[in-house]
């Protein structure tokens, strides 16, 4: 790599990762990269079990054209690499009352399915309602996601200003959910958007209004899903860091650098390295207490609220259940109560929403031809971990709701069973807490408060990756590279 100009470490080989390896390797620089576990990708790993294959974490993928972005970068056409295709049916919603709504992709199909479900004023407000999500997000989303965080320190900076009008608005000073009330009033619809608070691992019933941007991404923009499953992202990409000479460590389990006067050095198993610049693409938390050691930073990150985890049943259903389609979502009886006991009393909510995906419904490929490959996730407290006697009541309740909605209980025809929970999450990607997006955004100056990309004390260290700015998620996570590749000079 003798043309290469700076020698850059990215900490951490998840999506993140990988993506602010790419984007710095464009730039000519040496590139090593250096993962605790023996493969990359972090969450967005996968398993098989006798024909059946499932994604362990993401399952939802939006704004598929940042991956794309990545490929073009290198002059490749992203379609002969990664392949993907737009789902019809966005998600299929089951309300305690018994009623179900299919959430179409395609705008007309989903309008004429809003008036006949919810008649011709709530409908309206639904369609309303997503069209002012688009003007949200322009006016307000971009500002913050598409570029660095903007700190207390320069609220005055002049294209947040601009915003103004729009930031400061009654979205911003009521929660998610009173801004559902106001503008949707069906209690179902309500329902309906308060879940996209989940979507950063945060209480619709806290959070801001503004977050009523979120479904913008999924129901205008739309979903999509890689065809050979989330797993292919990161198998794609990482493909493509290598060819294009990125160096990836692997086992690295005791890693910690130091501050030089220029740069770091960085211990690893066997030696030591020296980089003009390092990228922690890990918990920021994590990267205080592991790598820099950094107490009162560590302590700091430590203190802001944790988004949601979850508890995760990987289950090998020998039987076709064909109302499922790749997203379902059954809410539970009180969606207030069960957001209380996530982030007021931290303990596992007793009735909760189940979002069950089956990705052998568009890759018929993850399952065998009579069965599915289940995934289903309840949201959890971070830290909170159950144990045998509470895995097995969530089992009871989950074929409890089937039975209530599909007709017949899942249970006898489950013929494997693996699961996550808040412990593991933290064990196999370093997330503290088990948290699935860092801090969370209950708080209405969180977008101000979130840690930044580029560290204020240590010269040269930049931050990417799910909890830290923009936020968590595929699309942010990738957005977070993009910034730090444009605020590290060439
Ligand atoms: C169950 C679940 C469901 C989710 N659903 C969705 C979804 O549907 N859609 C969506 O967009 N997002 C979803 N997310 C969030 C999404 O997975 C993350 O935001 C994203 O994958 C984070 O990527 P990352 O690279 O920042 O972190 P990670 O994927 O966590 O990668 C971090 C990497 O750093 C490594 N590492 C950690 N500590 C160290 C260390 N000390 N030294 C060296 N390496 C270290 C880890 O091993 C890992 O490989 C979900 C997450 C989970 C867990």
Redesign the pocket.
Known sequence: MSESKRRVVV???????IAIALRLRKKGWDVLV????DT?????ADFKWEGYRWDR??????MPEQVDELFQLYGKDPRTHFHYVKIQESCHYYFHDGSDFLLEGETARRNKALLSEFGSEYGQAAINYIEESGKTYQDVGTIFIDRPKFGLKNIFDRALVKRYPKLLSRKLTNSLNNWNERKLKDENLVQLFNRYGTYNGSDPYRMSGLYSMIPHLEVNLGTYFPKKGMRSIVDSLYDLAVENGVEFRFG?KN?SAQPLKNGYEITTNNETEKADDLVS???CV?FYN??LKDSKLEVKYKKQERSSS?V?FYWAVEKIFPQLKLHNIFFGADYEAEFAQIFKTKTLPDKPMLYVHVSSVINPEDAPENGQNWFV?INTPAGIVPDDLQREKLKQYIDKLMIKHLGEGVRNAIRYEKF?DASK?EM????YMGA??GAACNDTMAAFTRHGNVSKKYKNLYF????VHPG????L?LKSAKIVSELIES
């Open positions: 900490i951490g080989a998840g999506l993140a990762g250096l993962e605790r576990n990359y990708g972090g969450k967005l974490g993401p399952s939802l993928f939006t690295e890693l693409a890990i918990d994590t592991k790598i979850a995760v996730m996550w999450i196999d990607t370093g997330s699935l997006y990417v990756g799910g909890t968590g998620g595929i699309p996570v």
